[in-house]
């Protein structure tokens, strides 16, 4: 009875990491407008090349927590709504996401409104790129507040989704972009089957390593040509 107390009070407490954002301060708005200007510079920036591969050297940019924060907090729902395909309508009583990075890992936290009141969910993810170029970003924990859960517990397994009917799925993973967050997290399925960012004019942004240390993102990528048609152009 004491110990379920006690996993109740710390359900209910806030994470360390988790910092007060006020998405109507100009400062975390021009931060988030310097994120967003940022990573698309470095994405499309023309940069030498192998003569032969066409390919760049490898090139890092490194991302501070508090800053991608102030992006997720203030820009993640207009940008996620402007792209075709990509949302099918926002999570409802999802109010606002927020990361750290420390110990080599990925700290993914929400905060949720339903019924029973605000709550703090988070995950802490390792990032694993594969020989095959798929990115895995399986859950090593889940955190309701401060407590600290298996993944096992709060995340429905692939199979367990499957015996579920469509309405029940709905219900207990919500839309389909959730669903999906959900098996990424639970190590069913990669986060991206290939680690590549196709940009604007047809060239490619690979992703060769992912590293978190220090409140700060590290991420090493490279910059491929454009795909050949089968024509060969």
């Known amino acids: 009875m004491i110990a379920a107390a006690g996993a109740l009070l710390m359900s209910r407490q806030t994470p360390i990491w988790w910092r007060a954002i006020d998405v109507r301060d100009p400062v975390i708005i021009a931060t988030a407008a310097r994120v967003e200007n940022g990573a698309t510079t470095q994405l499309t920036m023309i940069r030498a090349a192998d003569q032969e591969t066409r390919a760049s050297p490898p090139w890092t940019i490194a991302l501070k927590a508090t800053d991608a924060s102030a992006w997720l907090a203030t820009r993640l729902r207009p940008w996620l709504e402007s792209q075709p395909g990509t949302l099918t309508s926002w999570p409802k009583g999802l109010e606002q996401v927020q990361v750290e990075f420390e110990g080599g890992a990925i700290i993914v936290g929400a905060r ?7 709550r703090l969910v988070s995950a802490s993810v390792r990032p694993q790129l594969r020989d095959d170029g798929a990115l895995w970003m399986p859950a090593a924990w889940v955190t309701l507040g401060r407590l600290n859960l298996p993944p096992s517990w709060v995340l429905p397994s692939g199979d367990a989704m499957a015996k579920k009917s469509a309405s029940d799925r709905d219900k207990f993973a919500g839309l389909p972009e959730v669903r999906e967050l959900w098996a990424a997290l639970g190590g069913d399925r990669p986060a991206m089957n290939q680690a590549i960012v196709k940009i604007g004019d ?24 454009r795909e050949s048609t089968r024509a060969g152009k």
């Open 112 to 118: 949720v409104r339903d019924a029973r009141g605000e």
């Open 202 to 225: 047809g060239r490619r942004v690979k992703i060769l390593d992912l590293r978190a240390e220090g409140g700060v993102l590290y991420v090493t990528c490279q910059t491929l040509p």
